[in-house]
């Protein structure tokens, strides 16, 4: 754990190696946080960070949607996922699925992208396996404003818990 | 093809709609390189975005380098290469490899990727079939730190290229 208070000495380098990972394959989130050193908290800190999300361009947010895995899909049944999704990925209880419900996933997962071009997020550690599967049903009938509205508000609850594990007050 | 002055009046959404696409799967690097408006030519646009990389933190450069598909590897036969990735591998040859020249890339793609951590990068715009296999031989003996600059140094001739086609003075 980093006392975020020590990070107002990081160079960019090394805030983005601590912090980068708290979203997924998108250090540039951090790299550009970084520049609004000091945090006085945590909570600062992730705020400031989604800021950086909800100030960018609707291209660099699908960029980042797009850099999630799906839940239980191929990356996760190949074992090439993050460290960090794995870890989210197994507390919800995906890396213990039946066939049948990995086949259930796989037709949400197809299902979800064919309709709003971006894989479906949800914050895998407040959420359990049926949880994840009712989310699919209603998600799926939403506009894809909503949904891309919907995905951010869930990396930025995937955002809080990982960089809890992180970074201390 | 949009005229360089006219970028001085675009949006963040509307600059990385228009100059995103030049860096692979990275449309940070656009929005960032955003707020250097007004760029006087194409040149001194690439060379602004260029900045952006090289004063990014060593975990975005490599995320870059990593957003790179294979040369013909699995994205570029199952088809889901970015469009521009596409003509780009084309022009080189790549799409009309036989079964033997397609294991030669495989294999030292793989060897390349386990020595180094990301994947091959040249501009295949500017190296034909043999010359990108010649390029895997003499690469390969580098050692990282000389690969990481080899590797954006490559996608800033692939950006000039790319942004040429689509920004003129």
Not at 45 to 68: D, F, G, K, P
Not at 123 to 142: E, M, P, S, T, Y
């Amino acid at each position: 754990m980093i006392p975020v208070a020590r990070l107002d000495s990081f160079s960019r380098d090394e805030f983005v190696r601590a912090v980068g990972p708290v979203f997924e394959h998108s250090p540039w989130i951090a790299g550009t946080t970084w520049a609004r050193r000091p945090f006085a908290s945590v909570d600062q800190l992730h705020s400031a960070l989604c800021e950086t999300v909800l100030n960018a361009s609707r291209e660099e947010q699908l960029a980042l949607i797009r850099a999630h895995p799906d839940l239980a899909g191929r990356a996760a049944l190949a074992g090439e996922l993050t460290a960090a999704s794995a870890g989210e990925q197994a507390r919800a209880g995906l890396d213990r699925l039946s066939p049948e419900e990995i086949a259930r996933f796989q037709t949400n997962n197809t299902a979800y992208l064919e309709k709003f071009g971006f894989p479906f997020v949800i914050c895998a550690r407040l959420n359990k396996k049926d949880a994840i599967l009712n989310g699919f049903a209603a998600r799926l009938q939403h506009s894809r404003e909503q949904e891309i509205k919907t995905a951010l508000e869930e990396i930025f609850k995937i955002a809080e818990l990982r960089l809890r594990d992180l970074i201390a007050d």
